[in-house]
C-alpha cells in the first residue's frame, strides 16, 4: 500500500522560501516520478513539475522557472519542493503525486497548506 | 503548453440523472495521457479514469470515459449522493502537466 505523507502547514512572509517534504512508504520510491500540484484557495489544480528520483531530473512548469526546485532523496523516499521568493499568490494547499504518466495520479498526499501573509 | 477546458463549469443535476462532462483539448492528446479526478472539499483529488476510458481501481461502473484527439469527456450515468463534486481532467502527454479548470456537479 503506497503511501504520501507530506510535511505539516507553513506560515511564510513574502520574499521568504518554504520547502515541503513528501514521504513515501510501500512501493518503489525511485521508479515513478513525483509531481506537485498547488490549489488556492476556492481554485482549480495547478501542476508545478515533477521529478524521477533514480535520474535526478526535475522539469518545471515555466510559471515557476527560477523559484521553484524539486529535489528527491532516494536513500529516504523522500520528495521536495522548495518554492522562493513568496508571494500572497502562493497561498494554497500543495500535493505531492505519484506519476507513472500514463495510468493516473493514483497516490496523493494529504497536502500542506502554505499561507504567505505579512 | 496544452491548455484544455472543460464545459459546463456548473452542472446542477438531481441523483438519479445522467451527467456529461467535456474536456477540449488545445491540441491533440494521446488518449493514453488524458484522465479524470474527483476533488471534494478538503479532500485530495481522487483518480477515476486514467488513459482516457479505463477505471481506476474501485470506481464504479456508472463513471464512464470517453474521446480522442482533442475532445473528451467523462459520464456519470445515474449521480448518486456521493457524486456531487468538482471533476478535473488532466493531460500528460506533454509538460507541463496540465489540468482543466474544472466542472462542479451540484444538486439541483
Known amino acids: 500500500q503506497v503511501q504520501l505523507v507530506q510535511s505539516g502547514p507553513e506560515v511564510k512572509r513574502p520574499g521568504s522560501s518554504v520547502k515541503v517534504s513528501c514521504k513515501a512508504s510501500?512501493?518503489?520510491?525511485?521508479?515513478?516520478?513525483v509531481s506537485w500540484v498547488r490549489q488556492a484557495p476556492g481554485q482549480g489544480l495547478e501542476w508545478m513539475g515533477r521529478?524521477?528520483?533514480?535520474?535526478?531530473?526535475?522539469i518545471y512548469a515555466q510559471k515557476f522557472q527560477g523559484r521553484l526546485t524539486i529535489t528527491a532523496d532516494k536513500s529516504t523516499g523522500t520528495a521536495y519542493m522548495d518554492l522562493s521568493s513568496l508571494r500572497s499568490e502562493d497561498t494554497a494547499v500543495y500535493y505531492c503525486?505519484?506519476?507513472?504518466?500514463?495510468?493516473?495520479?493514483?497516490?496523493w498526499g494529504q497536502g500542506t497548506q502554505v499561507t504567505v501573509s505579512s | 503548453e496544452i491548455v484544455l477546458t472543460q464545459s459546463p463549469g456548473t452542472l446542477s443535476l438531481s441523483p438519479g440523472e445522467r451527467a456529461t462532462l467535456s474536456c477540449r483539448a488545445s491540441?491533440?492528446?494521446?488518449?493514453?495521457?488524458l484522465a479524470w479526478y474527483q476533488q471534494k472539499p478538503g479532500q485530495a483529488p481522487r483518480l477515476l479514469i486514467y488513459?482516457?476510458?479505463s477505471r481506476a481501481t474501485g470506481i464504479p461502473d456508472r463513471f464512464s470515459g470517453s474521446g480522442s484527439g482533442t475532445d473528451f469527456s467523462l459520464t456519470i450515468s445515474r449521480l448518486e449522493p456521493e457524486d456531487f463534486a468538482v471533476y478535473y481532467c488532466?493531460?500528460?502527454?506533454?509538460?507541463?502537466?496540465?489540468f482543466g479548470p474544472g466542472t462542479k456537479v451540484d444538486i439541483k
Open positions: 488532466q493531460q500528460c502527454d506533454s509538460t507541463p502537466f496540465t
Open positions: 488513459g482516457a476510458s
Open positions: 491540441q491533440s492528446i494521446r488518449s493514453t495521457y
Open positions: 510501500g512501493g518503489t520510491f525511485s521508479t515513478y516520478a
Open positions: 521529478i524521477i528520483p533514480m535520474l535526478g531530473v526535475a
Open positions: 503525486a505519484r506519476d507513472p504518466t500514463t495510468d493516473g495520479y493514483i497516490y
